[in-house]
Each structure stands twice: as C-alpha cells, then as structure tokens.
C-alpha cells in the first residue's frame, strides 16, 4: 500500500494540467447523420468519450455495424449512454465475434458490469 501511494505521488508530481489524464479526450466512429450512442472509458460516463454516429434506426430493419473501434478503444468501454433511436449491441471480438451485451435504445448504462472493458466491435440495431 505503502509502496502504491508512493507511486501514485510521484505520477502526480510529474503530472501537468492539460495532459490527456486531465482533459478527457473524445472521438468519433461510425457514419450518419447524428450521433446514436456515447461511449466512456469509465463507468459513470467519465473520461475520455466516443461518439458513435450513425443513421437513425426508424424505419430501417438494417444493422449498422461497426466491427473495429479506433486505436486505444479496444477494451476500453466502461459506461454507454445510448440515444433515442437505436439500440447498440456490443461484441467481445472485432467484426462482431465472442459474447455480446444488448444496450437497448433511449438508456443510460453506467456500468457495463460483466462487459467492462470487454467491447472491441458493435452493432446499431432497431430493437
Ligand atoms: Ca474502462
């Protein structure tokens, strides 16, 4: 523990406002019109953000799926709040392999629970 606090007060020390561990940093994947669903890095929406655009899922039985995040994404996703429209499911492997989470549309997740830093591709559905 001792040893631990050390190592924390010495980041610290060398830590200096404006680095990307003091400003949370956003980017965007996905095409479309607006942006369906956001991703955070920890849970309770904090830290850095992706925004996922997409088009919006009414009217449309299609999937829009997203089978790579971008660099430093990969098993990252910690809390998602997902839009009106479309819902998000989210995938274990790229390309939409391993196990999965249903997100349903129109919800706040704070804690993805079992799928905490797990997510490496997803899918916008309609239901
Ligand atoms: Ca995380």
């Not at 995040?69 to 990252?76: A, E, K, L, T």
């Amino acid at each position: 523990m001792a040893l631990t606090g050390a190592a924390m007060a010495m980041t610290l020390t060398f830590t200096t406002p404006g680095t990307a561990e003091a400003t949370p940093q956003t980017m965007s994947i996905g095409s479309g019109a607006e942006v369906v669903a956001i991703a955070y890095e920890h849970t309770l929406f904090q830290g850095d953000a992706l925004y996922i655009y997409g088009d919006d899922c009414r009217g449309s039985s299609w999937e829009q799926p997203l089978d790579w995040f971008p660099d430093g994404w990969n098993d990252r996703i910690s809390s998602v709040t997902v839009r009106r429209w479309c819902s998000v499911v989210l995938y274990e492997h790229g390309s939409r392999g391993g196990l999965s989470m249903h997100l349903g549309r129109n919800g706040d997740y704070t804690n993805l629970h079992w799928f905490n830093d797990l997510a490496s591709s997803l899918n916008l559905v309609q239901h």
